[in-house]
């Protein structure tokens, strides 16, 4: 979840968008070290999620190649576009934190599903 929150802080609700676009390639931030942050920390969250609830083996194996040949589609794609983008290095901004308030309600909500199913 910190990945995505030090992601978003330079995203914003830009990155929540069913469609590819934007003005810049970030270039600093979480972007100066991973190429798809947002991602990144989407993978965790799910792989968490996963070893939390400890399903069957088959399912999470399910899980993980269903995520995985998803986000590996929407990389390729974004990668076309962001590939024509100028560089440029935004400022960390607390105020485009607001687009992680539905992951942390979601996110939330899954750990009180599991600690009300655990007991």
């Known amino acids: 979840m910190l990945l995505r929150i030090w992601a978003s802080g330079y995203t914003g609700k830009d990155a929540r968008t069913k469609e590819i676009s934007g003005t810049y390639r970030i270039t600093n931030g979480p972007y100066r070290f991973f190429r798809h942050p947002l991602y990144l920390g989407n993978f965790f969250l799910v792989y968490g999620c996963i070893m939390l609830f ?3 083996d088959w399912l999470k194996l399910f899980l993980m190649i269903a995520f995985l040949l ?4 929407i990389i390729i794609a974004e990668e076309h576009y962001i590939r024509r983008l100028p560089p440029a290095k935004l400022k960390f901004s607390f105020k485009k934190l607001q687009s992680e308030i539905p992951t942390i309600v979601v996110l939330s909500i899954i750990y009180i599903l599991y600690s009300y199913l655990k007991t």
């Open 70 to 73: 998803e986000y590996t589609i």
């Open 54 to 56: 400890n399903p069957p």
